[in-house]
């Protein structure tokens, strides 16, 4: 079963449509169940039509990088025994 750390990392290729059927079909099974991942895609989504909307520029890769890193340590540190633990 998909973790929600496991969703932070694929989170922008779900978003984008890279995934194949197998893994969309565990992010979308997962997103069933936990609402904090359905609050993060939702908030990623609302994130990447504002920087498109405000932005002709490209996201410079490594800083996607480092995001997705930032983003996966606060899901880890959030599953690690937080109060909204799914």
Same mark, same amino acid.
């Given at each position: +079963?998909? +973790?929600?750390?496991?969703?932070?990392?694929?989170? %922008? &290729?779900?978003?984008? $449509?890279?995934?194949?059927?197998?893994?969309?079909? %565990?992010?979308? +099974?997962?997103?069933?169940?936990?609402?904090?991942?359905? %609050?993060?895609? $939702?908030?990623?989504? !609302? !994130?990447?039509?504002? +920087?498109?909307?405000? %932005?002709?520029?490209?996201?410079?890769?490594?800083?996607?990088?480092?995001?997705?890193?930032?983003? @996966?340590?606060?899901?880890?540190?959030?599953?690690?025994? $937080?109060? @909204?633990? &799914?």
């Amino acid at each position: +079963m998909l +973790m929600c750390r496991d969703l932070a990392i694929v989170a %922008s &290729d779900y978003i984008d $449509g890279n995934l194949g059927a197998v893994d969309n079909l %565990s992010v979308r +099974m997962h997103l069933l169940m936990c609402r904090h991942c359905r %609050s993060f895609i $939702g908030n990623l989504r !609302s !994130s990447i039509q504002l +920087m498109r909307g405000h %932005s002709d520029n490209v996201l410079d890769d490594r800083l996607a990088r480092r995001l997705d890193r930032e983003i @996966d340590k606060a899901l880890q540190s959030k599953s690690k025994g $937080g109060p @909204d633990k &799914d």
